[in-house]
């Protein structure tokens, strides 16, 4: 294994990551189209490469796309809602509100809901900066056909998006506020930090409990939160859990911990009146391996 194929790999493997991250919505499956793009990097002929990160980043993309076909069928036969895999992120990121949005987990179900090459798209652009042409070369499509894809992808994403979000500091006081009003117990004090028309996900993949449909109304949403609150969950009683604050794909967030490491994660989307708007739980096992590891996003 030559240091021309090694170097320029590891220099560019947290881009590689970020990209893959974006387009799958899982840690592990990122890391496993990393190690695909390494696999046909270091195997494949690099003589005319010209530009190393351009032709990883191509590489990298149409792997992803190949692996988001594969799983979409295993996706939507999943047991209850789907949710990304919680990341996380430095508390930087949460300041930088182009770059939060990016990787939120709010942002994430939205793109789930593109087509693969929608999403590559959208991605590359949005999120990345890559001009149409480039991206026309990394997918095998004309600049036109790309172009018309982003914009298909982007019209898409702006009806589905949040239409408010708090800045950084704003969202941690929200997310404090809410912490506080869930384990105060007091179900007044708890509507009162939720949006109307708030939406609950909870992810536990069959595996742990958790509502097998999304959840929409504050009422609804705050007496759901009301009636777990204070019971066992995933095998761990009450008095062995701990809460703590974080911050995960690209905002604050919380983790409950057991005493074998987190049990969930809670991430938030504010309305403009600081109000919560989404709450996305993930309880799935499966997915709560890179926050146990404390492995941190690229940016």
């Known amino acids: 294994m030559s240091d021309t194929s090694v170097g320029p790999f590891e220099e560019h493997r947290g881009l590689l990551f970020s990209v893959a991250y974006r387009m799958l919505g899982t840690a592990a499956d990122a890391e496993d189209a990393v190690q695909d793009a390494w696999l046909r990097w270091s195997s494949g002929?690099?003589?005319?490469?010209?530009?190393?990160?351009?032709?990883?980043?191509?590489?990298?993309?149409?792997?992803?796309?190949?692996?988001?076909r594969s799983v979409r069928a295993q996706r939507e036969a999943y047991v209850g809602p789907w949710l990304p895999e919680p990341i996380l992120t430095s508390p930087d990121v949460a300041e930088d509100v182009e770059?939060?949005?990016?990787?939120?987990?709010?942002?994430?179900?939205?793109?789930?809901?593109?087509?693969?090459?929608?999403?590559?798209?959208?991605?590359?652009?949005?999120?990345?900066?890559?001009p149409y042409a480039e991206i026309g070369r990394a997918l095998d499509r004309s600049e036109a056909a790309?172009?018309?894809?982003?914009?298909?992808?982007?019209?898409?994403?702006?009806?589905?998006?949040?239409r408010f979000e708090a800045a950084g500091r704003e969202r941690r006081a929200a997310t404090e506020r809410f912490f506080d009003a869930i384990t105060g117990g007091d179900i007044n004090r708890l509507m009162e930090v939720l949006a109307p028309d708030v939406t609950l996900w909870t992810d536990g993949g069959g595996k742990v409990r958790a509502a097998l449909r999304t959840i929409h109304g504050a009422e609804k949403v705050g007496r759901w939160l009301s009636a777990v609150t204070g019971l066992s969950y995933a095998g761990v009683e009450v008095k062995d859990m701990r809460v703590r604050h974080a911050h995960i794909n690209g905002g604050p967030a919380l983790i409950v911990d057991?005493?074998?490491?987190?049990?969930?994660?809670?991430?938030?989307?504010?309305?403009?009146?600081?109000r919560v708007q989404e709450i996305h739980l993930v309880a799935n096992p499966d997915k709560l391996q890179s926050v146990a590891e404390g492995r941190e996003l690229p940016m």
């Open 146 to 162: 790309v172009r018309q894809l982003g914009t298909r992808a982007r019209r898409h994403v702006e009806a589905r998006r949040p």
């Open 45 to 68: 002929d690099r003589s005319d490469v010209a530009d190393p990160r351009s032709y990883l980043v191509r590489i990298t993309t149409n792997v992803a796309l190949d692996r988001l």
């Open 99 to 130: 770059l939060s949005e990016s990787v939120s987990m709010a942002m994430l179900v939205v793109l789930e809901t593109l087509s693969p090459l929608e999403r590559a798209v959208f991605v590359l652009k949005e999120a990345f900066g890559y």
């Open 258 to 274: 057991g005493p074998d490491g987190p049990i969930t994660t809670l991430t938030l989307t504010m309305d403009g009146a600081g």
